[in-house]
């Protein structure tokens, strides 16, 4: 039985060393450690022999079962360890796709516009979005009796009319003007809000980019100059524009800038409205009752200031046609932007 011992020894050797997985461990453990397994009949067969063989036997039994439990042991936590490692790190699991958030399509639009007009010298400056009456109407020029400050198109805060939602970043301008000594050249990124119904073409609350330059020296000449460059810049070189007359209470004179249609190229689509020109800005000379509410001398000064919206402008860039598809959220559409 010495022998015989000694070459179950050998024997489980050679198994424990072939042995890769769990399995196999298990298949292993059935065969020899079990009661009816190799062990369990050699301790039968010990109980039986004559008392003389029973020290030595006993000896080399107990020697080779320590054997096989450390070694069964050991191997038994080498491969738990390698199992919860591939689960951990399975190189041939296909991978999971992940999307990588990114900016809203607004914001690339302001983002691109402030950077262009960063290059330019401007600052960036912020204002409220609750305003009262003297920043965002009665300081800009506009007279009492101004549709713009009627129920309809503007969220007033308290019953006096006194506080409101703006309805335009253009408030910044006299905030900017009371706080800073010119030169001034700050551009003005920010939400307005207007009691609008809400349609494919209107929100009640969108965003503005206004730009102010206040200095002994500047001209109409030199505004037309800033926004041609923004322009050739934002839409691509040799974009086409035109400069029209308008009105806004807080310049004079007024303008409004168009640039070609660039989904038809001019020839007059339904997004141009089949006569070719896009119009993307407002602007004009300050106008010097706006200058003097901003403490600034018009005798002395002069200024001149522009202001877009930008929803258009990302739409535009997306090719929608509804307004508020930029609202909802929807990842078909987010995903389009980068
Ligand atoms: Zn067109």
Same mark, same amino acid.
């Given at each position: 039985?010495?022998?015989e011992?000694?070459q179950?020894r050998?024997?489980?050797? &050679?198994e424990l $060393?072939?042995?890769? =997985? *769990? @399995? #196999?461990?298990e298949?292993?453990?059935?065969r ?9 009949q ?5 109980r ?7 020290p030595?036997?006993?000896r080399?039994?107990?020697e080779l079962e320590?054997f096989?439990q450390? &070694?069964?042991? $050991?191997?038994?936590? =080498? *491969? @738990? #360890?390698r199992?919860e490692?591939?689960l951990?790190f399975?190189l041939?699991l296909p ?5 990588l958030g990114?900016?809203h399509p ?5 983002d691109e516009i402030v950077?262009?007009?960063t290059r ?5 400056a912020?204002?409220p979005d609750?305003e009262d009456d003297?920043?965002n ?13 009627d129920?309809q ?7 006096d009319?006194?506080w ?8 910044v301008?006299i ?5 800073l000594r010119p ?13 609008e ?6 929100l ?8 102010l330059v ?13 926004l ?7 839409y691509?070189p040799?974009?086409e524009y035109r400069?029209r ?5 807080f310049?004079?004179?007024s303008?409004?800038?168009?640039i070609?249609?660039?989904l ?6 339904r997004v141009?409205k ?10 004009g000379m300050v106008?010097p009752?706006?200058?003097?509410n901003?403490?600034?001398?018009p005798e002395e ?5 522009f202001g877009?919206?930008i929803?258009?402008i ?12 930029l609202y909802q959220n929807d ?6 932007c980068r």
């Amino acid at each position: 039985m010495q022998e015989e011992l000694q070459q179950l020894r050998t024997q489980f050797e &050679r198994e424990l $060393a072939q042995i890769a =997985s *769990l @399995q #196999e461990l298990e298949q292993f453990r059935q065969r020899h450690l079990v009661r009816r397994g190799t062990l369990g009949q050699l301790r039968e067969r010990f109980r039986q022999l004559p008392a003389e063989q029973k020290p030595i036997v006993g000896r080399l039994l107990h020697e080779l079962e320590q054997f096989v439990q450390q &070694r069964y042991q $050991a191997l038994q936590r =080498s *491969l @738990q #360890e390698r199992a919860e490692e591939q689960l951990r790190f399975d190189l041939w699991l296909p991978g999971r796709r992940s999307f990588l958030g990114g900016r809203h399509p607004i914001q690339q639009v302001l983002d691109e516009i402030v950077a262009i007009f960063t290059r330019l010298g401007f600052q960036v400056a912020e204002g409220p979005d609750i305003e009262d009456d003297e920043h965002n109407f009665t300081a800009l020029n506009f007279p009492p009796e101004h549709p713009a400050r009627d129920m309809q198109d503007t969220f007033f805060l308290t019953p006096d009319r006194q506080w409101l939602l703006r309805t335009h970043t253009s408030p910044v301008q006299i905030r900017l003007m009371r706080a800073l000594r010119p030169p001034i050249r700050a551009i003005v990124p920010g939400r307005v809000y207007r009691n609008e119904e809400i349609t494919p073409r209107s929100l009640a609350e969108f965003h503005q980019v206004e730009g102010l330059v206040v200095d002994r020296s500047v001209s109409f000449t030199e505004l037309k100059g800033v926004l041609v460059a923004f322009a050739q810049a934002f839409y691509g070189p040799g974009t086409e524009y035109r400069f029209r007359p308008s009105f806004f209470p807080f310049t004079e004179p007024s303008a409004e800038m168009d640039i070609r249609c660039f989904l038809c190229q001019g020839t007059g689509c339904r997004v141009c409205k089949g006569n070719g020109w896009l119009e993307i800005c407002g602007c004009g000379m300050v106008h010097p009752a706006v200058l003097r509410n901003g403490g600034i001398d018009p005798e002395e000064f002069l200024g001149y200031a522009f202001g877009m919206g930008i929803e258009r402008i990302a739409l535009l860039r997306l090719g929608l046609d509804d307004i508020r598809l930029l609202y909802q959220n929807d990842l078909r559409i987010l995903r389009q932007c980068r």
